[in-house]
């Protein structure tokens, strides 16, 4: 079966890190642009970071910018996002989504063809 399932988040103070992982199960990522998404309540949904299949074409969002890195790992068939000095504006559902197109577009902006189910960050003292 084709899936991807997300897991990492959790409650973490301003200021701290944490590392989203999604794993992939029915398809390998290699050949797939990945990409996290967020959404915060009352809020769209918007593209945090992507990046083609080959590594050449990356994308993220200037709030993000500087802090976040995405990540993959082609062995364990598993995408990260890695979150450092996270800001109470960071708070919300983060999902992984992955792309056979291979290419990514200006703010992950595109049809991706699998999506995890998402997972709840919340940044709070």
């Known amino acids: 079966q084709l899936a991807l399932v997300e897991s990492g988040g959790g409650l973490v103070q301003p200021g701290g890190s944490l590392r989203l992982s999604c794993a992939a199960s029915?398809?390998?990522?290699?050949?797939?642009?990945i990409g996290w998404f967020r959404q915060a309540a009352g809020k769209e949904r918007e593209g945090v970071s992507c990046i083609s299949s080959r590594n050449d074409r990356t994308f993220y969002a200037d709030s993000v910018k500087g802090r976040f890195t995405i990540s993959r790992d082609n062995v364990n068939n598993t995408m990260y996002l890695q979150m450092n000095n996270l800001k109470p504006e960071d708070t919300a559902v983060y999902y992984c989504?992955?792309?056979?197109?291979?290419?990514?577009?200006?703010?992950?902006?595109?049809?991706?063809?699998?999506w995890g189910r998402g997972t709840q960050v919340t940044v709070s003292s």
């Open positions: 029915g398809f390998t990522l290699d050949a797939y642009a």
């Open positions: 989504a992955a792309d056979g197109w291979g290419t990514v577009q200006d703010r992950c902006v595109q049809i991706w063809d699998y």
